[in-house]
């Protein structure tokens, strides 16, 4: 737990001194005889707002928003301690006004009728200054120094103008004004100019308003959220200002304007220092439904106790008044609070509060889309609409290198991307506005779920498209065998069927030719033996068709290197490393030595590559296959070519995978995983 520094600890001890002091000054106000209209909650809410800056002081240190709360909670503090003095100075056994009083009662009312309108500072320079303690940027920056300057004319201008000026128009004060720090000015002059730096001073909280909602609409992350407390307390002092103005009482509005004020020093603080140990959006929401709920139903009370102090006058007393209402205050409170309450979190949350509803709704929604291409927009529209978003996208990556993407809203100008991952590896990921109010802020809860459900989602339309996938390849095999089948059945057929054919046909003749004509008979051998020849190459060719004849005269690292001979022969430096091939499944070895036939010809053609290394390394379960290379690497920008798709596909044939990343100290690097278990 941390500590007080020892300047923000003098500070908010003497603020809670001069609360103590007040409170002292109250009672004996009380004992005397007088009333509690001469003294406000000013001191203990310099208290409090005193301490709330020593905090961020502490948590925060050279924040200026800290020194604006201890700044003007001293302030409000010592103006409550000299206002209580007064309220004690000329209340009787204690002085007599106008001139038997304490000492210091004069100084006591100048300061809080000049110098306490200073107080009215603090809550447009509060603005202007939350969250970061600097001015917003830009041309806005005019407004915001405007703004203050603006809020300080009135008490400047209390300071300065004569005592005979303040009064016009006014009761004389009980004492009278020491008048210490004004200048001659007519009251021609003087009084027109109240009334107008009044109006200015009590119109400069608009601008300020104005203000942080321009750095809310400019603000992201955690800056946004810090600025969320800010709506919070300006949602609660709306509420309890519409209660002060309200209250027959001074009491009960001098109590909301206590409310208020240590709410919103409390809600900076938190704002400041913890922004996102509390779920704020909810507190809104449920402010808001509370809120609704009084307000309708004090409503409804005041409509029903007018309708009946008219239908029986005078015949009903309080206690049959309380009667009749206190059942229908009842009635109404229940069915009201729950059904604002669940509207209110619905119109800001969304739904993202009922964790089972959000899952329960996508669901419903994948299930009634049948093709991949329906899934994706069906995905991103529940998510959307769950979490009130103006704009989601969501890309999932394919297994053969391309990407599936889909939009919901139109895209801004930022977006933030929360990276989608299923078992250590990237699936896709997800695009979310920056902008869009209240709606568009999640917090990191909002994101977990949001990302629990995107990844399921994801991953439901990665296996529907791998399913999708899985019959095509199924397809391309059965093809693939026919087509297999039919050509060899055409070369054997038009080929060497003939080519045998015609053998026989000329050993007959030979052998007919043998006695009568020994010459036509060599010659018909010597071009029977050709075709033999002929017929030779053909059954290789079809031999070396099926299987690289390389890998059973050679093995798989010796096939490699033969490979990587012929490359080696034109420049290229290739470096061959193998670990435990032995008895791989002859399948393996084929797709092994095409992958890196395949990688090291795409090499010589594109990568400009002055060397490659390629390494084998078996194991238990699978084998991997890694080339690499020094050359120009592969654009993120450009699409997966013929090449790394056929790579792809010899590996997905197998149940493989296939990665192929741009190392930082550059070059591409091609890995291969190919499984090995329960393979021929």
């Not at 009590?202 to 104005?210: C, D, G, Q, R």
């Not at 600025?227 to 709306?238: F, M």
């Not at 020849?533 to 033969?562: F, K, N, Y």
């Not at 010589?604 to 390629?614: D, P, Y």
Request: glycine share 10%; net charge neutral.
């Amino acid at each position: 737990m941390r500590t007080l520094g020892p300047w923000p600890a003098v500070w908010l001890t003497l603020a809670v001194g001069c609360a103590l002091a007040t409170v002292v000054a109250t009672i004996l106000v009380l004992r005397a005889g007088g009333g509690l209209e001469l003294i406000s909650p000013t001191a203990p809410l310099g208290a409090i707002m005193t301490g709330c800056g020593a905090v961020v002081l502490s948590r925060r240190p050279g924040h200026r928003v800290g020194y604006v709360l201890v700044g003007f909670g001293l302030l409000w503090a010592v103006d409550g301690l000299l206002e209580a003095w007064y309220a004690v100075g000329i209340t009787a056994p204690y002085g007599t006004p106008p001139d038997d009083v304490l000492p210091g009662t004069g100084f006591a009312y100048w300061f809080v009728a000049r110098a306490g309108a200073f107080l009215l500072m603090g809550l447009p320079l509060l603005l202007v200054l939350y969250p970061t303690g600097r001015l917003i940027t830009g041309r806005w920056r005019i407004l915001a120094v405007g703004t203050v300057v603006a809020s300080a004319l009135l008490p400047v201008t209390l300071m300065l103008t004569p005592a005979s000026v303040l009064e016009l128009g006014m009761p004389a004060p009980p004492i009278p004004d020491p008048d210490l720090l004004s200048v001659p000015i007519p009251a021609s002059v003087g009084f027109p100019l109240l009334v107008i730096t009044r109006l200015i001073t009590i119109a400069a909280v608009s601008p300020a308003l104005l203000l942080a909602v321009v750095r809310h609409r400019r603000a992201v992350g955690v800056e946004r959220r810090q600025l969320r407390w800010l709506l919070w307390a300006g949602i609660v002092c709306l509420f309890l200002t519409i209660i002060g103005v309200l209250a027959p009482a001074s009491v009960l509005a001098s109590g909301a304007l206590f409310v208020a004020v240590a709410v919103t020093s409390i809600s900076v603080v938190i704002g400041i220092c913890e922004p996102d140990r509390y779920d704020v959006d909810g507190l809104v929401a449920d402010t808001v439904a509370w809120g609704a709920v009084a307000g309708i139903v004090i409503g409804v009370d005041l409509v029903v106790v007018t309708a009946v102090s008219r239908l029986f006058g005078d015949q009903l007393n309080q206690r049959d008044v309380t009667i009749t209402v206190l059942p229908l205050a009842m009635l109404l409170y229940i069915p009201l609070r729950n059904l604002i309450w669940a509207r209110v979190r619905r119109l800001i949350l969304g739904r993202r509060s009922d964790r089972y509803q959000v899952v329960s709704d996508l669901a419903a929604r994948l299930e009634t889309s049948g093709s991949v291409a329906d899934q994706l927009p069906a995905l991103i529209a529940a998510v959307a609409d769950s979490f009130k978003l103006p704009y989601v996208a969501v890309e999932v990556l394919q297994p053969d290198g391309g990407r599936l993407m889909a939009e919901h809203g139109e895209r801004p100008e930022r977006v933030t991307e929360l990276p989608i991952a299923y078992s250590e590896q990237s699936v896709g990921r997800l695009l979310l506005a920056d902008r869009g109010g209240l709606r568009g802020l999640l917090t990191r809860a909002d994101q977990a779920l949001l990302l629990d459900v995107v990844r399921q989602a994801a991953i439901a339309v990665r296996l529907a498209t791998l399913a999708t996938e899985l019959q095509a390849s199924r397809e391309r095999l059965v093809l693939a065998r026919e087509e297999d089948r039919r050509r060899i059945r055409r070369d054997l057929h038009d080929g060497l069927g003939p080519l045998l054919g015609g053998v026989g046909l000329r050993l007959a003749a030979a052998s007919q030719a043998v006695d009568p004509d020994p010459v036509r008979a060599k010659e018909l051998i010597a071009t029977s033996r050709t075709d033999l020849s002929a017929a030779v190459t053909e059954v290789r060719r079809l031999v070396h068709g099926l299987r690289p004849p390389a890998l059973d005269d050679l093995g798989l690292l010796a096939a490699v290197e033969q490979q990587a001979d012929l490359l080696r022969s034109e420049g290229l430096r290739v470096e061959v490393e193998a670990t435990g091939l032995e008895d791989l499944p002859a399948a393996v070895e084929v797709a092994a030595y095409r992958i890196i036939a395949e990688s090291l010809t795409n090499i010589t053609r594109h990568a400009q590559a002055s060397s490659a290394r390629v390494r084998l390394v078996a194991g238990p379960d699978r084998l991997i296959v890694e080339v690499s290379d020094d050359g120009i690497g592969i654009s993120s920008a450009r699409t997966a070519g013929v090449g790394l798709l056929s790579l792809r596909e010899r590996a997905g044939e197998l149940g493989g995978s296939t990665a192929v990343t741009c190392p930082p100290e550059g070059g591409t690097k091609i890995c291969v995983e190919l499984p090995i278990g329960g393979m021929p």
